[in-house]
C-alpha cells in the first residue's frame, strides 16, 4: 500500500512509479536496468513522500535533468520559478560540492599535540 500526502491508502503500482521514472528518463542516459534495479526496492506499504524522496535522491545522484523532471510532477510545479528555483538549488550543491573538493579541509591540516 502507498500512503498518500492526505493520508489516503492505495494498492502500490509499480507500473505507475516506473511510468513516472520513464518520462523522467526519456531520452536521457539512463539505462532500463539501472531504472528496473531502483523499483526492486518498493514492495511493501509505504509513504509515497518516501518513494518519491528516494527515487529523487537516486535520479539526482544518475542524471540532473532527469531529477528535476520528476522532481516537477512529485512536488506539483506551478510554474517557471519552481523550475528555476529546483536548478539553482543544483547549481549550488554542484558549486558547493566542487569547492569544498578543490580546498583542503582546514580540520585536514590540523595536528594534534601531544
Keep these: 500500500m502507498v500512503v498518500k500526502s492526505d493520508q489516503r491508502r492505495e494498492p502500490y503500482d509499480r507500473a505507475k512509479l516506473r511510468q513516472g521514472i520513464l518520462r523522467a528518463c526519456e531520452k536521457r542516459p539512463i539505462s532500463m536496468a539501472e531504472v528496473e534495479y531502483e523499483l ?24 540532473q535533468v532527469a531529477y528535476v523532471r520528476f522532481a516537477s510532477v512529485y ?23 566542487a569547492l569544498s573538493k ?13
Design 75 to 97: 512536488r506539483n510545479f506551478s510554474d517557471v520559478n519552481s523550475f528555476l528555483e529546483e536548478i539553482d538549488k543544483l547549481k549550488n550543491r554542484k558549486e558547493k560540492n
Design 40 to 63: 526492486k526496492d518498493y514492495v511493501m506499504e509505504i509513504s509515497s513522500k518516501v518513494i518519491g524522496e528516494k527515487v529523487m535522491e537516486k535520479l539526482h545522484a544518475i542524471d
Design 102 to 114: 578543490a580546498v583542503p579541509s582546514k580540520i585536514s591540516k590540523l595536528k594534534i599535540a601531544n
